[in-house]
């Protein structure tokens, strides 16, 4: 028994159950790629919902997960979607496509989303600012001799470098479940020295966290 027949059966089953609630479709059937071995995606969306989670499951032997996010739950997010490189529920419904949707409330987020992408684009180099002034800060906070602490530390940091770099070189990007798993791979073809930063210091090893200091490479932060 095929996906697509599979998808027909939940989504109408969903509609069946819930008729105000609006459905989309995302991931590999969403854009045609997928395999055998892929799952469904489904977007769950209710006006009674406020907040955001998942449901996963196996229906005659297809993974199923059904993402359930609401308007309010991405203005919660609003500063996540706005200065990170990646954001699962972004991508998950600008990437969604529209099966039922009477009440437009897909659209709406799928906007929403949209606006926030292009107010990254148009005031990335405040936003760089603020994250590079975060990394100082932290940076000069960071005086612990715990070992789980710097490590925090220096992971919080290169997510903000990672995000930096998407700010500057695509800030209105929708990135890939790929690239949100794996920056490292646009890092290492658009900002080579970022790469090499980041491979000195990753994984973390005990002189990781002093390497920022040196002021090389706090030249190269303040570069990237």
Known sequence: ???????????EYLHFQF????????GSIANNTFKESSDIDLLFVNEAILNAYSISFYYKGISVSIFVFSLSFLSQNYNRILYG????????????????????????????????????????H?????LKKGISNR???TNSNALYKKKKSLYWVCKKMIDIFFLQNFPDK??????G???????KEYSPNLFLLMSDILPYKENSLDLFFKES????IKEV
């Open 85 to 124: 490189f990646h954001n699962m529920p972004s991508t998950f419904i600008l990437q969604s496509n529209i099966i039922y949707d009477n009440t437009k409330i897909i659209s709406v987020m799928k906007r929403y989303v949209f606006d926030i992408l292009q107010q990254r684009k148009i005031l990335r």
């Open 174 to 179: 929708v990135t890939t479940k790929k690239e």
């Open 217 to 220: 490479l706090i030249k190269k």
């Open 19 to 26: 008729p105000r609630a609006s459905i989309g479709i995302s």
């Open 1 to 11: 028994m095929n996906h697509l027949f599979l998808l027909h059966e939940i989504v």
């Open 126 to 130: 405040l936003l760089i600012e603020e």
């Open 139 to 141: 940076l000069e906070t």
């Open 181 to 187: 798993r794996e920056p490292f791979i646009l890092l």
